[in-house]
């Protein structure tokens, strides 16, 4: 995924040998993603998920932080130190990778940086 261009990437897909109408496509964070099925034995169907978001999103959101300039450093079987770097995908250096935190309907794209 490019996140400069906020599209699959046609060169890295061609290396990769993954078309492009074979990736997902990339929606907000806060999205309509469905309904939890009556066939999940939940206690509960047709509930909406409005929201998705990876590991170590997930892990900077639970945490509170929301402003450019935020760290959090996650210990366990890896180390993750991830900084909030705001509406700017810092290019990669120095084996610090931009990721996309989140992307809400309305307010854009908020990037942060991960090593």
């Not at 990769?16 to 496509?25: A, M, V």
């Not at 993603?33 to 169907?45: A, E, R, T, W």
Request: a negative charge; charged letters at 15%; glycine letters at 12%.
């Amino acid at each position: 995924y490019d996140l400069w261009a906020g599209k699959w990437c046609p060169v890295m897909t061609r290396v990769f040998g993954n078309p492009i109408g074979s990736l997902p496509e990339v929606v907000d964070s806060n999205a309509s993603f469905g309904y939890i099925s009556p066939d999940i034995n939940l206690g509960c169907s047709n509930v909406p998920i409005h929201g998705v978001v990876a590991d170590q999103q997930a892990s900077v959101i639970g945490n509170r932080l929301f402003e450019e300039g935020d760290v959090k450093l996650s210990l366990g079987t890896g180390l993750a130190c991830d900084r909030l770097t705001g509406s700017y995908a810092h290019p990669v250096a120095l084996s610090v990778y931009p990721q996309i935190a989140w992307k809400l309907r309305g307010a854009g794209v908020y990037y942060m940086a991960e090593r």
